[in-house]
């Protein structure tokens, strides 16, 4: 017997689609254990709001994405960034570091050398 609750043997599984908006960029910081001691990385992420409305990256063709994740398996020198899909990993991510990235990585292209601990698709 099909009720309400239970659907026809053959009936299809009905899974909603989601969708995310168009971005140019990724940036995922860690709010782990190690990187949060702290504080400083989840406060790092509850800025990125205004900082990048302030940056014009909430929206537009450079517009950025921002995720937490729970660990990088990094670990030292953080909080620690990656800004993907340019595989940059940035290590010691204070709010003026921060703005330094969103300035020169996020806005115009250019990787921030001195905060880099990681490229990807580099060989050594
Ligand atoms: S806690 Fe941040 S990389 Fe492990």
Request: proline share 7%.
């Amino acid at each position: 017997m099909t009720t309400i609750d239970s659907p026809a043997p053959d009936t299809p599984r009905q899974v909603a689609k989601p969708t995310i908006g168009v971005y140019r960029r990724h940036l995922l910081v860690c709010t782990g254990p190690r990187c949060n001691a702290d504080g400083a990385a989840q406060a790092l992420f509850d800025s990125l709001g205004e900082k990048f409305k302030a940056s014009g990256l909430d929206g537009g063709p450079l517009r950025v994405k921002r995720s937490r994740v729970s660990c990088f398996a990094a670990c030292k020198g953080g909080p620690i960034v990656c800004v993907q899909p340019d595989g940059t990993w940035y290590y010691d991510v204070t709010p003026d570091n921060m703005d330094r990235i969103i300035d020169q990585h996020l806005c115009k292209g250019e990787h921030v050398e001195d905060l880099v601990f990681h490229q990807a698709n580099v060989e050594d």
